[in-house]
Antibody
Framework: EVQLVESGGGLVQPGGSLRLSCAAS????????MSWVRQAPGKGLEWVSV???????YYADSVKGRFTISRDNSKNTLYLQMNSLRAEDTAVYYC???????????WGQGTLVTVSS | DIQMTQSPSSLSASVGDRVTITCQAS??????LNWYQQKPGKAPKLLIY???NLETGVPSRFSGSGSGTDFTFTISSLQPEDIATYYC??????????FGQGTRLEIK
C-alpha cells in the first residue's frame, strides 16, 4: 500500500527552526517527484516546495531562502527544513507524491506547525 | 502566477441534487487542471485529473469538464458522504502550481 506519514510538527517561536519528515512506504521517494503543500488554519491549500526525481528543487516565493526540501534515499524519507519561521508559516503541512510536479496523489495525513511566542 | 477563481465559495444542497462548481483560470491552462476533495480534519484526495479523468476508485457521480480557462466539476446526485470542501488546482505553470480558494459543500 502506498502511504505517506509526516512527523516533526509542533510549536516554535518566531525566528526558530523546525524539520518536518515524511516517511514513504509502497514506493520509492527518489524515483518520484515529491512536494510539500500547506494549509493555514481555516484557509485554502498553498504549494510550498517540490523535489524532482533528478534532485532539482523549487520553492514558493513565500518560503524561498528560508525552507529547504531534501530526501534521504536510504530511509525513503522526504524532509522540509524550515528556518526563520514567521507567524504566517503556521499551517498543517502535507507531503504528497506529485506526478511530474503537477498532480498530488497520495497525500500524507499532515503535521501541524504553530509559530507563536 | 496563474490565479484560480472558484465559485461559489460555499454551497448548500439536498441529498440527490445535482451540484456544480466552477473554476476559472486567469490564463489558458489547456486541460492541466485537477479537482480534490477535502473532508474536515483530513488530507485532500484526488478526484479528477487532467480536467475530466476520474481517478481510480472514485464514484462515477463525480465528473469534470472544460479546457482553456473555464472548468466545471459536477456531482450528479449528492450523497451525505460528499460533504467536504472541493479545490481546483492548475499545473500548467510548473513548478508553480496554484489552487482555487475552495468550495465548501453542505447538506441542506
Amino acid at each position: 500500500e502506498v502511504q505517506l506519514v509526516e512527523s516533526g510538527g509542533g510549536l516554535v517561536q518566531p525566528g526558530g527552526s523546525l524539520r518536518l519528515s515524511c516517511a514513504a512506504s509502497g514506493f520509492t521517494v527518489s524515483s518520484n517527484y515529491m512536494s510539500w503543500v500547506r494549509q493555514a488554519p481555516g484557509k485554502g491549500l498553498e504549494w510550498v516546495s517540490v523535489i524532482y526525481s533528478g534532485g532539482s528543487t523549487y520553492y514558493a516565493d513565500s518560503v524561498k531562502g528560508r525552507f529547504t526540501i531534501s530526501r534521504d534515499n536510504s530511509k525513503n524519507t522526504l524532509y522540509l527544513q524550515m528556518n526563520s519561521l514567521r507567524a504566517e508559516d503556521t499551517a498543517v503541512y502535507y507531503c504528497a507524491r506529485s506526478d511530474y510536479g503537477g498532480t498530488f496523489d497520495p497525500w500524507g495525513q499532515g503535521t501541524l506547525v504553530t509559530v507563536s511566542s | 502566477d496563474i490565479q484560480m477563481t472558484q465559485s461559489p465559495s460555499s454551497l448548500s444542497a439536498s441529498v440527490g441534487d445535482r451540484v456544480t462548481i466552477t473554476c476559472q483560470a486567469s490564463q489558458d491552462i489547456s486541460n492541466y487542471l485537477n479537482w480534490y476533495q477535502q473532508k474536515p480534519g483530513k488530507a485532500p484526495k484526488l478526484l479528477i485529473y487532467d480536467a475530466s479523468n476520474l481517478e481510480t476508485g472514485v464514484p462515477s457521480r463525480f465528473s469534470g469538464s472544460g479546457s482553456g480557462t473555464d472548468f466545471t466539476f459536477t456531482i450528479s446526485s449528492l450523497q451525505p458522504e460528499d460533504i467536504a470542501t472541493y479545490y481546483c488546482q492548475q499545473y500548467d505553470n510548473l513548478p508553480q502550481v496554484t489552487f482555487g480558494q475552495g468550495t465548501r459543500l453542505e447538506i441542506k
